[in-house]
């Protein structure tokens, strides 16, 4: 089946630098690609996805980029802020089960002031 | 319009023991999914139920279980607990049939710890 691992598990920059997560899938078939975010005590929240149509997606800060051949994508955050402290997971849904995400093992992201 | 609803939100108990969580999803929404969160396993899927049917189950014993209910809402349950069952279990529901139609919307999770 599908597997997702995620690198770095701690990520720790200072404000203002960029922060990049990278996540590799194994399943070639799969075409959706969410990056998740986990404050504390919360659940996780959609910040940004991909689909398998696209290279490349940002919003605002935000960026994902995709390497379908690969079979990769990352993260990037850039000017990060105090409020981008959190764990960060990126997750690939395999087109034998869309139904259900796979996530990777996640990134604690901490932003030093 | 109301997030995903997670009771109870914490909750003790020991080994041998069974528990139920429930999950009321986001109105409308039809797809309800389960996952285990612990520090060294991360986000580990559970199941998914969509229409009252369970589509998909990941790779935990039998011990756990789940079902549907006509209004989406949803019950995992958890038979004879073992000490490894402590973690945090989240509910997620979407709008669409599959997952890859858009976003997940997460409860905040039902913290279980089993003694």
């Known amino acids: 089946g599908e597997n997702v691992e995620q690198h770095p598990s701690t990520l720790s920059v200072q404000e203002g630098d960029s922060a990049v997560i990278k996540c590799t899938y194994s399943?070639?078939?799969?075409?959706?690609f969410p990056w998740y975010k986990q404050e504390l005590g919360k659940g996780p929240q959609l910040i940004i996805d991909i689909r398998s149509n696209v290279g490349e997606k940002k919003d605002q800060r935000i960026a994902v980029t995709l390497n379908k051949t690969a079979k990769h994508f990352s993260l990037h955050i850039t000017e990060t802020q105090p409020e981008d402290s959190a764990v960060y997971f990126c997750a690939a849904t395999p087109y034998s089960s869309a139904s259900k995400i796979i996530f990777g093992s996640g990134t604690r992201l901490s932003i030093r002031p | 319009k109301a997030g995903v609803t997670q009771t109870p939100r914490y909750l003790i108990k020991t080994r041998g023991q069974q528990v139920t969580l429930s999950c009321s999803p986001i109105?409308?929404?039809?797809?309800v999914s389960w996952y285990q969160q612990t520090p060294g396993q991360g986000l580990q899927f559970l199941f998914e139920?969509?229409?009252?049917?369970?589509?998909n189950k990941g790779n935990f014993p039998g011990r756990f279980s789940g079902r549907q209910f006509s209004n989406s809402r949803s019950e995992m349950n958890v038979s004879t607990l073992e000490l490894g069952d402590s973690a945090l279990y989240l509910c997620a529901s979407i709008l669409g049939g599959n997952a890859n139609t858009g976003e997940l919307f997460f409860g905040e999770g039902s913290r279980l710890t089993v003694l």
């Open positions: 139920y969509f229409s009252e049917t369970q589509r």
């Open positions: 399943d070639s078939a799969s075409n959706y």
């Open positions: 109105s409308g929404h039809r797809s």
